[in-house]
């Protein structure tokens, strides 16, 4: 029988794709968009833009002001708060994309497949995601790196990684399964099963598409919450390991009994951390808008 090429037909719409057009409509989400890539390129570039090494200790220069010659002064150990603050952007761009990005495409995998499979398989699903949500975010956060440590693997610690993603995974398997919902009553889905397709091959090839729009709105939206979590885990000593450059452990330790003394190394980190989050945050609001249908009826 000839294999058939079945185009997914729902969810499927044309969206204005010009970046002027989403600039008029969505200014806030423009200027956040601006501030990531801001935020993104300092990170990549960081050994050329950074004016100092980011854990070379100059005792020398202990908790010196900002001045022309360290902008944001510098911490109890003499190191640049600058310096520091533009390779906590490659921290917390990494850790925040990775992690955000394994919990929602297991969430979404998952939400999709118990829709899909429906029945007992879908009850037993949504009662175990119902199940994780009750625990706060940070909590499960705290448990799963209180139990699997610390693993560095190329200067990215895995395991970090690992804690927060999990919590995001319940959130995205119920957003998804809701998105999911229409799509598998949908002709081509039947069309499939009656092709003889395999429910991986539907739910890969046919399902997954459908639910793109929102997948990627939570990918943005999390990732926000991911450098807000990983910031909260360093600064209470179970994130990323001194000297390692991260906005939140800079906030922690010698910092957090200097503050008075030397206020800029916790003002600076904080505003990098409020700004990197309210960014993602505003950008995953205009794009919410901005791929919703009814945003341009």
Not at 64 to 88: C, E, K, Q
Request: net charge positive; proline share 7%; aromatic share 10%.
């Amino acid at each position: 029988m000839t294999d058939l090429t079945l185009t997914p037909t729902v969810q499927r719409r044309s969206h204005p794709g010009k970046i002027g057009a989403f600039v008029r409509a969505q200014p806030l989400g423009a200027i956040a968009f601006v501030v990531i890539m801001v935020m993104l390129l300092a990170g990549i570039f960081a050994p050329f833009v950074a004016p100092y090494d980011p854990v070379e200790i100059d005792f020398a220069s202990v908790m010196a002001p900002p001045s022309p010659l360290h902008v944001f002064g510098t911490d109890p150990f003499g190191r640049d708060v600058l310096t520091r603050i533009i390779y906590g952007a490659r921290t917390a761009m990494v850790i925040g994309f990775l992690s955000s990005f394994l919990g929602c495409s297991i969430g979404a995998l998952i939400g999709v497949a118990s829709v899909y499979y429906g029945g007992k398989i879908d009850l037993v699903v949504q009662r175990a995601v119902d199940i994780m949500l009750v625990f706060p975010v940070i909590v499960m956060a705290l448990v799963v790196v209180s139990m699997l440590g610390r693993h560095p693997v190329l200067g990215i610690d895995m395991n970090l990684i690992l804690a927060i993603g999990i919590p995001i995974i319940p959130q995205v398997a119920r957003v998804i399964r809701s998105a999911a919902l229409p799509v598998r009553s949908a002709a081509f889905v039947d069309a499939a099963r009656l092709a003889g397709f395999s429910g991986v091959r539907i739910i890969l090839g046919q399902m997954v598409p459908n639910v793109v729009a929102p997948y990627i709105i939570l990918l943005t939206a999390f990732i926000a919450q991911s450098i807000l979590l990983e910031a909260s885990l360093s600064f209470l000593g179970l994130g990323v390991a001194d000297p390692t450059p991260a906005w939140g452990l800079m906030l922690s330790g010698s910092s957090a009994d200097f503050y008075r003394q030397a206020p800029w190394i916790i003002i600076f980190p904080g505003v990098a951390i409020s700004v990197a989050v309210f960014a993602f945050n505003f950008f995953g609001d205009s794009l919410r808008d901005w791929l919703d249908p009814k945003f341009h009826r």
